[in-house]
């Protein structure tokens, strides 16, 4: 997709992906020392002054561009945006027509350095790769080179290959070290099907590296586990997860007891170090503040928005009439009383709305009026929500009600020990016994790292702590002004649900026993501007210049979470999480028992396409294929699964069946009289099958599946090799909307 703003490119830098499970991949011992230290630089294209106009400096970015992009004769429009960071200036670049969806796109520093860079005709993507993995490989290797011979740290030994339907292939590039991964310096090369480079990303290589020569001596695995243990101990809380009831069409929560890895994994990591077992803090962001979580994030305390109801005003009145539940009025006056809040007689509501909320946990409903506040002319506004059934406030946040200036913290009124003070006063009034049950965080608070810091409100967090465990949906947030004591921001979660209990939960050394059970532990290297008194900078825009240096480290490389009942590792859902190495691709994957197959020209696109794997060593085309294997098939191939189906052997009819019903035929598979009987009636086939089995056979998709036999038995088991060519036809077939009629022709490399 076309970038179309600087934000969009500077949020792409950013987010790029780390390397997940990266360090499983290294060896046990890093590999012989490398003499002295070297210094990694880009060979900038067109040499640059950073001191010359933009003018000139946006002339060189596009002449260093087009050296890649090619020919822009075909272009009317061109756009650009030149940005400084910091002192380092980045051109950005858009081509584009106006007669053709054709466009390009390209990154270049001051100094000419092409860091990103793309090139999309449509039309041009052929249905089917024509190239295999490999040559795509090397084609993005050989342009990587060209266009900065200093990734040297780069290598055909350290990619990983992926096909992704429509695009081609994607390779990307791993730096190295002493036999350890590099996390998060990389390049990313993608080759269309007919073998074109149509992107290039080299935005997290890093420049100015400092290689050093290898640790003398690195804390083995199991001693820097035991650091984990002791040092980095993952915390046991109640998370939430969420699923999708296609029942009901609302959004179910379900409360399990789980370990947490410390730390974010994107902005404030913790690790260890490889050589001193000493923990060190990895911060990914270059602000000064902590950042905070938002009012209206937090203002539902556990429920669903997808699942509030707003009631007509006939609706309201008679929920109103109904005892217990307080009218607007005195949901307003509940709201007035907090003289914390500061809010004026004089400003009139200017909107009351009760809602209903159905609570994800237990169905249990809740009444909330959300009150506004608004004086236009003197621009003051003030919005809450309060239960209209106890009157608590669940959430506050006033704009323009007193004057708020932005000041040294030393300069205020009141010290944060003091406006902490009465933040815990203000929720002990407000919220009671419930409050007990909170404890402040530290890492969420909105606080100057010193009194010199420019600062307008202190923000303090609370979270609930249940059974001994946080359960982080559930926490307080509140913003007091220091010169007054006024309360700016209050939110307050509260899920009203039963705990599981924590009796029998694994402890802290099981729990990090199960997560290294299934991820490899290895060393591997942080990149950092600085690192001192344990506290690691990681740069935001690994691009510019500077010299940086390499950090040997251990972590939690795989962030999920640890059921603390069964040591199972699940995500983000709640489900188990699926871990998979980093596998780099290997010239050596293909298959040797497919020589002399009949399926060998399917199995091998298939595999290029990453639709088929190999079983072991082998693809093994005679086995007997599981209902499971056919099913990721058609997964990987771009179809939705049909059917739940096991471990169990798939026979040839099923599998059209299967087939079928992915494509979008089920409603005609019962009408098995208008079909005529496939095979000249000579085949051994199910009745219920028929229809299923016509409709393979006369959209080709059976060419090649049985070769040779003319009355087949379609009641036994289908090979691997039978349903790979079956899906290789369907993936034909919809890609030319076109009748298959036999193999398509491909260029087939012999094992």
Request: charged share 25%.
């Amino acid at each position: 997709m076309k970038k179309k703003a600087l934000v969009l490119l500077l949020s792409a830098a950013l987010a790029a992906p780390t390397i997940i499970g990266a360090a499983a991949q290294s060896p046990d011992d890093p590999v012989s020392a490398v003499p002295g230290t070297a210094v990694v630089e880009p060979v900038a294209a067109v040499a640059a002054d950073a001191a010359k106009p933009d003018d000139e400096l946006l002339e060189d970015a596009i002449k260093s561009a087009k050296l890649y992009i090619g020919n822009t004769v075909k272009f009317d429009e061109v756009s650009h945006q030149i940005v400084d960071l910091g002192g380092f200036k980045v051109v950005y670049l858009d081509w584009s027509s106006s007669e053709s969806r054709e466009y390009a796109s390209a990154v270049v520093t001051e100094d000419g350095v092409l860091i990103r860079c793309s090139r999309h005709t449509p039309g041009e993507q052929p249905a089917m790769p024509e190239i295999t993995k490999e040559d795509a490989l090397m084609l993005a290797y050989e342009f990587a080179m060209k266009v900065n011979p200093a990734f040297g740290l780069l290598s055909t030994e350290h990619a990983t290959v992926k096909y992704q339907r429509y695009s081609g292939y994607s390779v990307t590039f791993y730096a190295m070290h002493n036999g350890c991964i590099i996390d998060s310096c990389y390049v990313q090369v993608s080759v269309n099907n007919s073998g074109k480079i149509t992107e290039y990303d080299a935005q997290e290589f890093v420049r100015g590296l400092k290689l050093p020569a290898a640790p003398e001596s690195i804390i083995p695995k199991e001693d820097a586990k035991k650091a984990l243990k002791t040092k980095l101990a993952p915390e046991l809380i109640y998370k939430s997860f969420y699923r999708f009831d296609d029942k009901t069409g609302r959004f179910k929560a379900e409360i399990k007891l789980v370990y947490q890895l410390p730390g974010d994994y994107n902005y404030n990591k913790k690790v260890i170090d490889a050589v001193t077992g000493e923990v060190i803090t990895v911060n990914r962001t270059t602000s000064k503040y902590y950042a905070a979580e938002s009012a209206d994030a937090i203002a539902g305390g556990g429920y669903t928005r997808s699942s509030a109801i707003n009631l007509t005003p006939a609706e309201q009145k008679a929920v109103e009439a109904q005892a217990g539940l307080i009218t607007a009025a005195e949901a307003d006056a509940k709201v007035r009383a907090v003289s914390e809040f500061g809010i004026p007689n004089s400003l009139p509501v200017d909107t009351a709305t009760l809602s209903t909320i159905k609570s994800a946990y237990n169905d249990k409903l809740s009444y909330r009026w959300a009150i506004t506040y608004r004086d236009k002319e003197e621009g003051k506004y003030a919005y809450a929500i309060v239960d209209a059934k106890t009157g608590e406030i669940l959430s506050f946040s006033g704009y323009g009600l007193g004057r708020l200036e932005y000041k040294p913290a030393s300069e205020f009124k009141y010290t944060e020990a003091e406006c902490e003070e009465a933040a815990v006063k203000l929720m002990q009034k407000l919220y009671g016994e419930k409050f007990e049950s909170y404890v402040r965080t530290e890492y969420q608070n909105v606080r100057p790292l010193s009194l010199d810091d420019i600062i307008s409100t202190y923000t303090f967090n609370f979270v609930r702590v249940i059974n001994g465990a946080k359960f982080n949906d559930d926490f307080i947030t509140v913003s007091v002004y220091p010169d007054t004591l006024a309360v700016t921001d209050v939110s307050f979660g509260y899920t009203d649900t039963e705990f599981p209990s924590t009796d029998g939960a694994l402890d802290v050394s099981a729990a990090v026993d199960a997560y290294f059970g299934v991820v490899e532990n290895g060393p591997y290297y942080l990149v950092a501007e600085s690192n001192k008194d344990g506290e690691l900078q990681v740069p935001v825009y690994p691009f510019t210049v500077g010299e940086k240096q390499l950090v040997p480290v251990y972590g939690y490389t795989f962030y999920c979470y640890v059921d603390a009942m069964t040591g199972e590792l699940l995500d983000y859902n709640g489900e188990p999480a699926e871990y998979k190495p980093l596998k780099f691709y290997s010239s050596g994957e293909w298959f040797g028992d497919l020589a002399g197959s009949p399926y060998y020209p399917a199995v091998k696109i298939l595999y290029n396409m990453d639709i088929v794997e190999a079983k072991e060593s082998d693809f093994c085309p005679n086995d007997e294929i599981t209902g499971e294997e056919l099913l990721d098939m058609l997964w990987k191939a771009g179809y939705m699964k049909p059917a739940e189906l096991g471990a169990e052997p798939v026979s040839l009819e099923d599998a059209a069946d299967i087939i079928m019903r992915a494509v979008g035929y089920s409603k005609i598979l019962g009408l098995s009289k208008i079909f005529k009987v496939p095979f000249g009636g000579n085949a051994n086939l199910s009745e219920d099958r028929i229809a299923a089995v016509a409709l393979a056979e006369g959209l080709g998709l059976l060419d090649g599946v049985l070769p040779g036999e003319d009355a087949p038995d379609l009641t036994a088991p289908a090979t691997r090799g039978q349903a790979a060519q079956l899906v290789y036809n369907l993936v034909v077939w919809s890609e030319s909307n076109e009748e298959v009629t036999g193999l398509v022709k491909a260029v087939p490399v012999e094992p």
